[in-house]
Structures are given as C-alpha cells and as structure tokens.
C-alpha cells in the first residue's frame, strides 16, 4: 500500500524557528525566565540562538553538533529542497492553519537554519553533541525540556526500546517537566508507541496536552512528563 506521508530515510536537518517551538509546546517563555532549557534533537532550528538572544538560557543538543558550520549548510540547503518539493501535495499537512503556503513554508526554515548557522559558528559553548538515548549531563541539570520531530514521527525508523529509554534519559536531567511534539508519524497516524509508554513509564506523570496548532494533521498534541 503506498504511504500517503513525507518519506524519509533518514532524519533530516531541517530547522524550526523559535515563533514554531512556542506554538509547538503551548511555551510561555516569562515562565522559564531565569531557568534552564534543553532542545535535545534540535539540529537546525533557530530556537536556541532567538531565545539565547532574548535572554533565556538555553542549551542545544544534537548528535550533528561534531560538524562544522561549513559541513552543515550545504545539507540544510539540500534537505529543505527535498522536503518541501516532497510535502507540497501531501494531503497530511493543512495550509490553513500556520505556514499558509510551502513557499512561507521555506521562508521560515531558511530562516531557521541561517539564524542558526550563524549562532552555531559564534556560540558553540551553547551546542552540545550527543548520541541518544544517552545525555552528557547532570541529573536534574535542566528545569524544561524540548524534543521536536524526533521521537514518535521517525517511530518507523526509531525502536519501542530507544522512546523508552530516551525519555528517561531526558527525565534524569530534567528537574522540571519534558515536552515532546509531535505525537503522530509522518503519516498523521498516532504513534503506536504512545500507550505502552505510558503504562511502562510508570515512575513519571506522561499526560497528552491540546494545542491550537497542526499543520502535520493530528499534530495538534504534545507529550508532557513529570515527575
């Protein structure tokens, strides 16, 4: 049966800008004045640089963060070409909602991955490399974490075993609570993995939170663990 979602072999470098990650996770930024952020899985997104840049004290953490800036931009250059010609006709994404059209589409990840290019080669101490589902951090090192577009949306290339594992990696240097969006494959299908993490993360508070945006349909969730 062919698949109706983005097709993807890979995990591709694609940035999300600091106006998405708000929408994304529901974020009210006063709150986290003066407390520390992790964006693990971040890799070209803009957040860490734009909030960095409106005082928040954010951490970046990706396992492409062992390259140079002149090694990435050629592949963020490649892979926003491929997705947006690849997602353009998809049914599984909505216009309506957000981006509008896949040329604002392309504004805003452009965008994202020059803003953070540019923070990247000036501020690395910000941009840690790491291999999940291992973190080089302190317990409770961090009072919020962001994942976004790793866990459950690869599901078809990430096993049951690396959710788990990951997650309480990322609750074993959170001292506050973890966000994590989308909830759905590429497909706009819910994640196969989402109950049985629930019933087998049984130490933490795993609770599915509404949000007013989607534009991968069904997307309108996010994942928030506490202790």
């Known amino acids: 049966m062919k698949k109706r979602g983005l097709q993807l072999d890979r995990v591709v470098l694609l940035g999300r800008t ?16 003066g407390k520390k ?3 693990v899985a971040s890799g070209v997104s803009s957040f860490c640089a734009e909030a960095s840049a409106f005082g928040h004290n954010v951490t970046a953490a990706d396992r492409i963060y062992g390259m140079s800036p002149e090694e990435l ?3 963020c250059a490649v892979d926003l070409d491929h997705v947006i010609d690849s997602v353009r006709d998809l049914a599984v994404y909505r216009w309506d909602n957000f981006y509008c059209s896949p040329e604002r589409l392309r504004g805003l990840r452009e965008r994202a ?10 501020h690395r101490e910000r941009y840690v490399q790491l291999e999940l589902p291992r973190l080089p951090f302190h317990d409770r ?30 609750m074993r240097v959170t001292a506050g609570e973890a966000r994590i969006y989308p909830l759905v494959t590429f497909e706009a299908e819910p994640s196969k993995y989402l109950a049985k993490l629930g019933e087998d993360l049984t130490e933490f508070s795993v609770k599915v939170i509404h ?14 663990v506490t202790r």
């Open 141 to 170: 090192q961090f009072d919020l974490t962001l994942v976004s577009y790793l866990l459950f949306v690869y599901e078809d290339q990430l096993t049951y075993d690396f959710h788990k594992q990951s997650i309480r990696e990322i």
């Open 73 to 75: 931009a050629p592949r």
């Open 37 to 39: 952020i992790l964006d």
């Open 211 to 224: 949000t007013d945006f989607e534009f991968l349909r069904s997307s309108n969730n996010f994942l928030r």
């Open 113 to 122: 991955y020059k803003t953070f290019l540019e923070d990247y080669q000036c």
């Open 18 to 33: 600091y106006d998405e990650y708000i929408r994304y996770f529901a974020l009210r930024m006063e709150d986290w004045r």
